[in-house]
């Protein structure tokens, strides 16, 4: 059985740092398609952040662009967002997904991808 478990959130002050990590299991990574989601009370989801499996090229959306990185370890069957620099704004629920169809990081972060976390709570507050 897929599946996808976020770890990491929490409440941090305006500037801090958090790492979220996602365990893959019941699969492999190494195949797929990564990528962060997150969901702020009362608005739409937004696609974060995605890695294409095949040659690790990346996208970010404009509101994380330096201070948000991705990551992948295929070893430990985990996926990674380090948020440096955090802003309220960045408050909302984070999710993992991953995709075995390689459409490009513009498609996967407009219309989502096939298999999902149930996501972590990230609350950036002072």
């Known amino acids: 059985q897929m599946q996808l478990v976020e770890s990491g959130g929490g409440l941090v002050q305006p500037g801090g740092s958090l790492r979220l990590s996602c365990v893959a299991s019941?699969?492999?990574?190494?195949?797929?398609?990564i990528g962060w989601f997150r969901q702020a009370p009362g608005k739409e989801r937004e696609g974060v952040s995605c890695?294409?499996?095949?040659?690790?090229?990346?996208y970010y959306s404009h509101s994380v662009t330096g201070r948000f990185t991705i990551s992948r370890d295929n070893a430990k069957n985990t996926l990674y967002l380090q948020m440096d620099s955090l802003k309220p704004e960045d408050t909302g629920v984070y999710y993992c997904?991953?995709?075995?169809?390689?459409?490009?990081?513009?498609?996967?972060?407009?219309?989502?991808?096939?298999?999902w976390g149930k996501g972590a709570l990230v609350t950036v507050s002072s």
């Open positions: 890695m294409r499996y095949k040659d690790n090229s990346t």
């Open positions: 997904a991953v995709d075995p169809n390689d459409y490009g990081c513009d498609y996967h972060t407009y219309y989502g991808m096939k298999y």
């Open positions: 019941g699969f492999f990574l190494d195949y797929y398609d």
